[in-house]
C-alpha cells in the first residue's frame, strides 16, 4: 500500500467543513475590503525566489523544492506567494491602469521543513497583498483586515504582534549597532547566526536556539533607531490599530524570516497550537516591485497559514456538513425509475438530494436517511404511484404530507429553496 510522504497530507470530509469555512469568511471579507482574486501558477523560476525572498533566509537557503527543468532550467514549487504576485504584477503591467491594487490568492505552498506538527512540506496560506499605497493607514487596514477575519472565524487566543523594520535609509544603523554586539558575542552563536551575522544581522534576532537568544538579550531595538519619516509611520499605525480596537502588542524582536520587509512587520501568534505559534505574517516591502524590474511602487502584505487556522478553528468549534435537504426513499421498480429522474431534477434545480437504487426495504432506506442526516424524507411506492401520491416527512418533527405526484419536482423545489 503506498502512503503519502511524511509532511504531506490530505484534507478529508470531517475536515474540509472548516477549511470551506474558512475559505469563504477570507473571500467575502477580503473582497468587501478591495480585494480581487489571482490564481498563479505553483511552478516558478528558481531565480524568482532567491531574488526577491533573499540568499541567507532558511528558505532559499535549505527549503525549496527545486529541479532542473530542461531549457527553462531550475523552477521551484513556490514557497510563498508574495514573490509570484509580485512577479504577476509587474509583467501584466497592472499598475499601468492603476497602480493602486488589492489582490488575495489562496493555494499550497512548498517547504522542505523537517516535518512536525503545524509544519508541513506543502502547507496552504490565504495571501492578501495590496500596491501603490504607503499610507501608514493602509497598514493599519491590513493588520485590522486580519483581525476582522479571524474574529468572524471566532479564532481565540490570537493577538498581533507588531514591529517596525526601518527603510534602507535608516537600517543600516541599526545593523551596525546590532552587528557590533554580535562581533562581541560571536562564541554563544549558532552557525548559521555566525553567517548571518556577516550577511544579514537582523536575522539573528528571529533564531530559535536558546544561546543565540541569550547572545540578543541586551541587543539595542530597532525602533530606537528609526528615522523620523518611518517612527511617524509606525506611530500613525499603532494609533489607528489601537483606535479601532485591534488587540496588538509591539515585539522589537520581530523581524520576519524573509529579506524584503520594510517598515511595518507582524504576525498573529496563537497559544493554542504549541511550537509553530504563527498563525500569519506579513509586512510592508516597498522595494520590492522595484527589486524585481518593475516601477518604484510601495507594497504591503500578509500570509494566513491556513492549515494552522484551521487547526484552530476546529479546536474552538463544530462546523459539520449539512446532509442533504431531501432523501427519496423509492419501494420497488416502478418507483426507483422514477425516484432517479425526481432526484436528478432536484439536484439540478438547487435541492440537495440523494436517493437509493438499491431496491431497499422502508426501514433500510430510513436507516440510511438517518446515516445521511437527511432533512426530509419522501417515501413511494407502487401504492402511493397508484393513488398518485408520494409521502414526504420532515425527519425532525416527524410530520408527514401526501404530496400530489403531478407537478412533484415544481412543489418540492417551491418549498426547499
Ligand atoms: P511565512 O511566510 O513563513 O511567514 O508564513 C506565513 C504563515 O504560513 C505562518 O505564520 C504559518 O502560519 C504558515 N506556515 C509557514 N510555514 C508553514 C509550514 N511549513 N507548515 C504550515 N504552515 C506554515
Not at 527543468?69 to 514573490?83: F, I, M, Q, S, Y
Amino acid at each position: 500500500m503506498i502512503q503519502l510522504i511524511k509532511g504531506f497530507k490530505d484534507v478529508l470530509p470531517g475536515e474540509i467543513e472548516v477549511w470551506q469555512t474558512i475559505e469563504r469568511a477570507a473571500k467575502e471579507t477580503f473582497e468587501n475590503f478591495g480585494f480581487q482574486e489571482l490564481r498563479l501558477p505553483i511552478v516558478e523560476k528558481s531565480e524568482l525566489f532567491s531574488r526577491s525572498i533573499g540568499d541567507t533566509t532558511d528558505i532559499v537557503e535549505k527549503e525549496m523544492y527545486t529541479f532542473e527543468d530542461g531549457k527553462r532550467g531550475h523552477v521551484t514549487l513556490r514557497p510563498e506567494a508574495t514573490a509570484s504576485v509580485v512577479r504577476s504584477y509587474i509583467q501584466h503591467k497592472m499598475y499601468a491602469k492603476d497602480p493602486i491594487r488589492k489582490f488575495y490568492t489562496i493555494g499550497p505552498m512548498f517547504r522542505r521543513e523537517r516535518p512536525q506538527k503545524g509544519r508541513y512540506r506543502q502547507f496552504y496560506q490565504i495571501d492578501a497583498e495590496v500596491f501603490g499605497i504607503d499610507s501608514p493607514y493602509l497598514d493599519a487596514q491590513l493588520i485590522f483586515m486580519l483581525a476582522t477575519l479571524l474574529e468572524k472565524l471566532k479564532a481565540r487566543d490570537v493577538k498581533a504582534h507588531i514591529n517596525s523594520l526601518g527603510c534602507p535609509c535608516c537600517r543600516p544603523n541599526f545593523q551596525k549597532a546590532l552587528k557590533d554586539l554580535l562581533d562581541a558575542k560571536k562564541e554563544s552563536l549558532c552557525e548559521n547566526c555566525l553567517r548571518r551575522s556577516e550577511k544579514n544581522p537582523l536575522r539573528v534576532l528571529d533564531c530559535k536556539v536558546p544561546s543565540c537568544r541569550e547572545a540578543v538579550e541586551g541587543a539595542p531595538s530597532i525602533l530606537d533607531h528609526l528615522c523620523d519619516d518611518c517612527r511617524e509611520h509606525f506611530e500613525t499605525v499603532k494609533a489607528v490599530l489601537t483606535e479601532n480596537g485591534v488587540d496588538f502588542e509591539v515585539d522589537t524582536r520581530l523581524v520576519r524570516g524573509l529579506d524584503y520587509y520594510t517598515r511595518t512587520a507582524f504576525e498573529v501568534l496563537t497559544t493554542s497550537l504549541g511550537a509553530q505559534n504563527a498563525v500569519a505574517g506579513g509586512g510592508r516591502y516597498d522595494g520590492l516591485v522595484k527589486a524585481l524590474g518593475g516601477p518604484e511602487i510601495p507594497a504591503i502584505g500578509f500570509a494566513i497559514g491556513f492549515d494552522r487556522l484551521a487547526e484552530i478553528v476546529a479546536m474552538q468549534q463544530t462546523i459539520e456538513a449539512d446532509g442533504p435537504t431531501l432523501y427519496i426513499a423509492p419501494l420497488g421498480d416502478a418507483a426507483t425509475n422514477k425516484a432517479a429522474t425526481w432526484a436528478m431534477q432536484l439536484a439540478a434545480n438547487g435541492v440537495f438530494c440523494e436517493t437509493d437504487f438499491a431496491g431497499r426495504s422502508l426501514k433500510s432506506h430510513m436507516k440510511r436517511a438517518d446515516k445521511l442526516n437527511a432533512a426530509h424524507v419522501l417515501m413511494v411506492g407502487d401504492d402511493e404511484l397508484d393513488r398518485g401520491v408520494a409521502a414526504l416527512r420532515n425527519m425532525a418533527t416527524k410530520e408527514q404530507w401526501d404530496l400530489p405526484l403531478d407537478g412533484l419536482v415544481e412543489t418540492l423545489v417551491d418549498r426547499f429553496n
